[in-house]
């Protein structure tokens, strides 16, 4: 007979940042009262941060383009190539968004959208280095692992050559977009067109040997089981412990729940987003137990709200991500939550903290600096 295992133990463990198998930390998930929990993901919070500042980022998020061909269960934002609806982002509007952007103090754009069949390496290539040209200190933060297996098959070529081109262009880091849930049998139900779990671990392996700056992410709350959300973690964790001494891996961990509002997967198949507060509070806290040698966990006030958002604070997380000047997709499932700059720093003291205005590799933006 398997041995039970004691909850006691395992949080003694993950207060010396020892990893956590995908078991013991559902033991801890499942068993610990919400404050035992949060408790735990706070002490580990101040070991690797201890001073009181969480922090947050200015940039915007656009979308090359609305034509994908994933076809995800939960997205209403992508059309057909055929469609009325469908677009490509002009120059024009870039420039016209990077400004507004710039005018509020940002100078990162998260650059995502869909797979579009035509769009091949050298269109980014040119977007970049004309992104660039114009505008050489803005950062881009572009696409994602399903985009760079998108191009790679289209240009018969390797994860490197890809992201060598891309970055040589002007990509400064990779977003962990597109990771949802890690397991192919989810994957299968939700987004069965796009890369797969060794695909999408396989790109931020490759980006990691280069050095280039990554985050990791999960849309939880739809078709996993618990296990598969531990399943999860661990292989984003794993691959981080794999990284070459001194390159910079996965800067930060975000999870946020699935937004259900209109979706194939709600409308289709009858899945529903039942996430709670207090269930969202959990995972945070549970993300900081099992990824300790991913340095931050941010909160998704976008998809939970303000208050839950603060309560994450004292939870493990340790940054509140972006105002998020634009936002396409999530919101047209139901995400609707918005600040300012002014207002993202209330809400950070109001929580008790002293809010830190940070880029994408996490050093601070000084005031008056272009952030």
Same mark, same amino acid.
């Given at each position: 007979?398997?041995?039970?295992?004691?909850?006691?133990?395992?949080?003694?463990?993950?207060?010396?940042?020892?990893?956590?198998?995908?078991?013991?930390?559902?033991?801890?998930?499942?068993?610990?009262?919400?404050?035992?929990?949060?408790?735990?993901?706070?002490?580990?919070?101040?070991?690797?941060?201890?001073?009181?500042?969480?922090?947050?980022?200015?940039?915007?998020?656009?979308?090359?383009?609305?034509?994908?061909?994933?076809?995800?269960?939960?997205?209403?934002?992508?059309?057909?190539? #055929?469609?009325?609806? *469908?677009?490509?982002?002009?120059?024009?509007?870039?420039? /016209?968004?990077? !400004?507004?952007? +710039?005018? %509020?103090?940002?100078?990162?754009?998260?650059?995502?959208?869909?797979?579009?069949?035509?769009?091949?390496?050298?269109?980014?290539?040119?977007?970049?280095?004309?992104?660039?040209?114009?505008?050489?200190?803005?950062?881009?933060?572009?696409?994602?692992?399903?985009?760079?297996?998108?191009?790679?098959?289209?240009?018969?070529?390797?994860?490197?050559?890809?992201?060598?081109?891309?970055?040589?262009?002007?990509?400064?880091?990779?977003?962990?977009?597109?990771?949802?849930?890690?397991?192919?049998?989810?994957?299968?139900?939700?987004?069965?067109?796009?890369?797969?779990?060794?695909?999408?671990?396989?790109?931020?392996?490759?980006?990691?040997?280069? #050095?280039?700056?990554? *985050?990791?992410?999960?849309?939880?709350?739809?078709?996993? /089981?618990?296990? !598969?959300?531990? +399943?999860? %973690?661990?292989?984003?964790?794993?691959?981080?412990?794999?990284?070459?001494?001194?390159?910079?891996?996965?800067?930060?961990?975000?999870?946020?729940?699935?937004?259900?509002?209109?979706?194939?997967?709600?409308?289709?198949?009858?899945?529903?987003?039942?996430?709670?507060?207090?269930?969202?509070?959990?995972?945070?806290?549970?993300?900081?137990?099992?990824?300790?040698?991913?340095?931050?966990?941010?909160?998704?006030?976008?998809?939970?709200?303000?208050?839950?958002?603060?309560?994450?604070?004292?939870?493990?997380?340790?940054?509140?991500?972006?105002?998020?000047?634009?936002?396409?997709?999530?919101?047209?499932?139901?995400?609707?939550?918005?600040?300012?700059?002014?207002?993202?720093?209330?809400?950070?003291?109001?929580?008790?903290?002293?809010?830190?205005?940070?880029? +994408?590799?996490?050093?601070?933006?000084?005031?008056?600096?272009?952030?």
């Amino acid at each position: 007979m398997k041995q039970e295992m004691d909850p006691e133990k395992i949080a003694e463990k993950a207060l010396h940042r020892e990893f956590l198998t995908p078991e013991e930390g559902q033991v801890l998930f499942e068993r610990l009262s919400l404050t035992e929990l949060m408790l735990i993901g706070y002490e580990i919070r101040k070991s690797l941060h201890p001073g009181n500042q969480v922090t947050w980022i200015i940039d915007r998020n656009v979308n090359i383009t609305n034509v994908c061909l994933s076809g995800c269960k939960f997205c209403n934002f992508y059309r057909g190539k #055929n469609s009325r609806e *469908s677009y490509i982002t002009t120059i024009d509007a870039y420039c /016209t968004k990077i !400004e507004e952007m +710039q005018r %509020l103090g940002g100078r990162q754009l998260l650059l995502q959208g869909g797979m579009h069949p035509d769009l091949g390496i050298a269109f980014y290539e040119t977007l970049f280095s004309e992104l660039k040209s114009r505008y050489p200190e803005l950062r881009l933060h572009a696409l994602g692992p399903p985009e760079v297996v998108h191009l790679a098959k289209l240009e018969k070529c390797s994860y490197h050559d890809v992201l060598t081109r891309l970055t040589a262009a002007g990509m400064d880091s990779l977003p962990g977009a597109g990771a949802e849930i890690l397991s192919d049998r989810v994957r299968n139900i939700v987004s069965p067109r796009k890369c797969t779990t060794g695909e999408w671990l396989g790109v931020m392996k490759v980006a990691h040997e280069m #050095n280039l700056t990554t *985050s990791a992410t999960m849309m939880f709350g739809h078709a996993e /089981t618990l296990r !598969e959300r531990f +399943q999860h %973690l661990t292989a984003i964790r794993d691959l981080q412990a794999q990284k070459p001494s001194g390159s910079k891996g996965f800067l930060n961990f975000v999870p946020w729940p699935f937004q259900d509002q209109n979706t194939t997967l709600r409308n289709k198949l009858g899945i529903q987003s039942r996430v709670t507060a207090e269930e969202y509070i959990r995972m945070i806290a549970i993300s900081r137990i099992m990824l300790p040698n991913i340095p931050h966990i941010q909160a998704s006030w976008l998809t939970v709200g303000k208050p839950a958002a603060q309560l994450c604070l004292h939870a493990g997380a340790n940054d509140f991500g972006s105002i998020m000047i634009e936002e396409n997709v999530v919101s047209v499932a139901g995400a609707n939550h918005s600040f300012d700059a002014a207002g993202i720093q209330k809400a950070i003291r109001e929580a008790g903290f002293i809010p830190l205005q940070r880029d +994408q590799d996490f050093h601070p933006v000084t005031a008056g600096s272009k952030g």
